[in-house]
């Protein structure tokens, strides 16, 4: 699938930002902002997953502790412990990997529809995935002016 490819490509280009930076720009919060460039990669991981597995009551691939540290609303405020960098590396492919296989098996049969923050409604999971593609751009966008500002 052409969203599944564009969903790679975004998620390669993420770990290999985080493969060449350091831990201290991953967790540093720029100025002015509440969440630095591992939540925002975290935060990615965590929406496509509760978009795409949740709401089609199906088990995510990501633990409940990652969940809550990277669901809406978070912040690495709000952090109990601190994320493991390698996780994230690890999940950044392996979410897409599943994703690829669970759509090609016809796995996704059920769905709860949302509307989204911007006005959309979403009503499937093939939706939920361009949707997902569109929200990870907007994070990718403020990963790399939060490299510029630090």
């Given at each position: 699938?052409?969203?599944?490819?564009?969903?790679?490509?975004?998620?390669?280009?993420?770990?290999?930002?985080?493969?060449?930076?350091?831990?201290?720009?991953?967790?540093?919060?720029?100025?002015?902002?509440?969440?630095?460039?591992?939540?925002?990669?975290?935060?990615?991981?965590?929406?496509?997953?509760?978009?795409?597995?949740?709401?089609?009551?199906?088990?995510?691939?990501?633990?409940?502790?990652?969940?809550?540290?990277?669901?809406?609303?978070?912040?690495?405020?709000?952090?109990?412990i601190t994320p493991d960098v390698n996780e994230v590396k690890h999940l950044l492919i392996d979410t897409v990997n599943h994703l690829e296989a669970d759509l090609e098996s016809g796995l996704f049969v059920n769905y709860e529809p949302f509307v989204l923050p911007i006005g959309f409604q979403v009503k499937n999971h093939i939706q939920a995935l361009q949707a997902a593609n569109y929200h990870e751009a907007e994070h990718s966008g403020r990963i790399f002016t939060y490299l510029k500002l630090l």
């Open positions: 699938r052409f969203e599944c490819e564009i969903l790679r490509a975004s998620r390669t280009r993420l770990l290999h930002l985080i493969e060449t930076s350091s831990d201290e720009i991953l967790f540093k919060i720029p100025s002015g902002f509440n969440n630095n460039i591992i939540w925002q990669i975290g935060h990615c991981i965590t929406s496509q997953q509760r978009h795409m597995y949740m709401r089609s009551g199906l088990p995510m691939y990501i633990s409940k502790e990652f969940m809550e540290s990277f669901k809406i609303g978070s912040s690495p405020a709000s952090w109990k």
